[in-house]
């Protein structure tokens, strides 16, 4: 049976070419790139390079591009290291009730410890606007975070528009980009971005390694101590072949961009004419036109989506329901809950379907038919 793997907001392969770019550094390049002599020169020089490349990418400096272990903790250092960093300026944060948790459970840590924190509704399609963040702002506000795109159902969000608005506030303007780097053209400053999340294995990139750029204007508290590494803002040997994986995996979805928005779209459109043509009745959530690429969320009316999945998975198909699993139930997803409220049957009967490196339309077809034959099945 071939298995066909559409989860790639979950995770994603590591590009070959990228594991070839990280092999040296894991033995022959072996030093650490604190110490002076030659072996950590050498490894030296990588990172910077690596840095380099990464802060040229986004329109940003070298100094303002931080290593981390990932997106939870580029979220985690945005939020607790401007909020403990800028207390005495104010303690209200304005965030969205759509956010990935790494985004809300850091939030709802720092309600616990004095700070406040307004959560904004979204409309159907998954989106806020400027103007809600606008009428949300305080002078004590000291802190906007908004996801460039949603993990579960794609939305993009007004990134610009709310970058402008914060221009003249206090407020930091953070933007949570793991799903959306790599597909959508970011540039910081033209965006007037101060903070920003992007995480490297969903770019194909290896697992454990993403960075946090705070603009150089910003006072960040760290959150780790020990050494000096990161300009004192991030402690801890840093990742060598992880850090170039993550260079390479940049460079890769930089060259790919416009091919891949492009196939990903048409993968969309292979997915709707299959289940249309098989007589399916399905609707897609989230923004049509304010979309990430790679993501296709799918509500079968009269469908569980635990049965869904399961006989999917039975197929060799494996797509997601976009909310977390514990203990193989399916929680409701916090983002559906806000589009539609905490009655509708599409917190219990949605897929999230995402395309990534791999993926070919013949496959795309293949398990589109599957999720059409199952649905038939279970809804008969
Ligand atoms: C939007 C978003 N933010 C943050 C994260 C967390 O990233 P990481 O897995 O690198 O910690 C994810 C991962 O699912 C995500 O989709």
Partial sequence: MERIYLDHAATSPLDERVLEKMIPHFSG???NPSSIHSFGRESRKWVDEARAQIAAEIGATEQEIIFTSGGTEADNLAIMGTALARKDLGRHIITTKIEHHAVLHTCEKLEEDGFEVTYLDVDQNGRVSANQVKEALRDDTILVTVMYGNNEVGTVQPIDEIGELLKEHQAYFHTDAVQAFGLLPIHVKNSHIDLLSVSGHKLNGPKGTGFLYASKDVKLSPLLFGGEQERKRRAGTENVPGIVGLKEAIKLSSEERD???????????????????????FEINGDKEHSLPHVLNLYFP???VE???????MAGVAVSSGSACTAGSVLPSHVLTAMFGDESDRLTSSIRISFGLGNTAEQVKTAAKHVADVVKRLTQ
């Fill in 259 to 281: 091919e891949k928005n492009e196939k990903y779209q048409s993968f969309k459109t292979i997915v709707a004419d299959t289940l249309e043509h098989a007589g399916v009745a």
């Fill in 29 to 31: 390049n072996f030093g």
């Fill in 302 to 304: 009269g469908v569980s």
């Fill in 307 to 313: 049965a869904l999945l399961v006989n999917l998975d």
